[in-house]
Nanobody, 117 residues
Framework: QVQLVESGGGLVQPGGSLRLSCAAS????????MGWYRQAPGKQRELVAT???????NYADSVKGRFTISRGNAKTALYLQMNSLKPEDTAVYYC???????????WGQGTQVTVSS
């Protein structure tokens, strides 16, 4: 069974940056389109960035121009570079397959991102 482990979150001031990482127990990053999701308190989990197996990326309007999704060269890791962070980016961030492909792996524990002065 695939296990996903997210890391790299933390407390950052508005305008700051963080880089999130995702590791998986299986070689899924080269097989599936992947995505980063986030869930803020009291809100539904939302898909914020996706990357296809071919490397094409897509972003939610709320993060476009500020976030960058990528895979490691060996396709064994998934990253989310977050720049110009805003308080509204505060959420628990998760990685998983792009759900629009009909596949969802068991959710990891996520990594907390808090943007606050």
């Amino acid at each position: 069974q695939v296990q996903l482990v997210e890391s790299g979150g933390g407390l950052v001031q508005p305008g700051g940056s963080l880089r999130l990482s995702c590791a998986a127990s299986g070689s899924i990053f080269s097989i599936y389109a992947m995505g980063w999701y986030r869930q803020a308190p009291g809100k539904q989990r939302e898909l914020v960035a996706t990357i296809t197996t071919g490397g094409s990326t897509n972003y939610a309007d709320s993060v476009k121009g500020r976030f960058t999704i990528s895979r490691g060269n060996a396709k064994t890791a998934l990253y989310l570079q977050m720049n110009s962070l805003k308080p509204e980016d505060t959420a628990v961030y998760y990685c998983n397959a792009d759900r629009r492909g009909g596949v969802t792996f068991p959710w990891g524990q996520g990594t907390q991102v808090t943007v606050s002065s």
